[in-house]
């Protein structure tokens, strides 16, 4: 059992800077890549940033010099440090965690968290 807890949303005006994170815990072997994604109201569930176990990031264009993805392998959080944050960033934000578990057969599967709401609103 794995299970992946975010904290840190919450509403911040126009401009300003949020830091989300995510730690995982559990029946845990090793975790590969983690991620955030959002989900705006009415809307799917999109990629926001990406990191692998050696720390290559990927950011959808939208998001590109704004937030930023580090990760704490040693504590198995990732984080989601956003800057310039826009009313149009706006969304619940999810944090995925690819994770080769303690199982007998060394499973592999995508986790979630909860989600976490930010809100950008002046």
């Known amino acids: 059992q794995v299970q992946l807890v975010e904290s840190g949303g919450g509403l911040v005006q126009p401009g300003g800077s949020l830091k989300v994170s995510c730690t995982a815990s559990?029946?845990?072997?090793?975790?590969?890549?983690m991620g955030w994604y959002r989900q705006a109201p009415g809307k799917q569930r999109d990629l926001v940033a990406t990191?692998?176990?050696?720390?290559?990031?990927n950011y959808v264009d939208s998001v590109k010099g704004r937030f930023t993805i580090p990760r704490d392998n040693a504590r198995n959080t990732v984080h989601l440090q956003m800057n310039s944050l826009k009313p149009e960033d706006t969304a619940v934000y999810y944090c995925?965690?690819?994770?080769?578990?303690?199982?007998?057969?060394?499973?592999?599967?995508?986790?979630w968290g909860q989600g976490t709401q930010v809100t950008v609103s002046s």
């Open positions: 995925t965690a690819d994770v080769v578990t303690r199982s007998w057969n060394r499973s592999r599967r995508n986790y």
């Open positions: 559990g029946s845990i072997l090793s975790i590969n890549t």
């Open positions: 990191i692998t176990g050696d720390g290559t990031t």
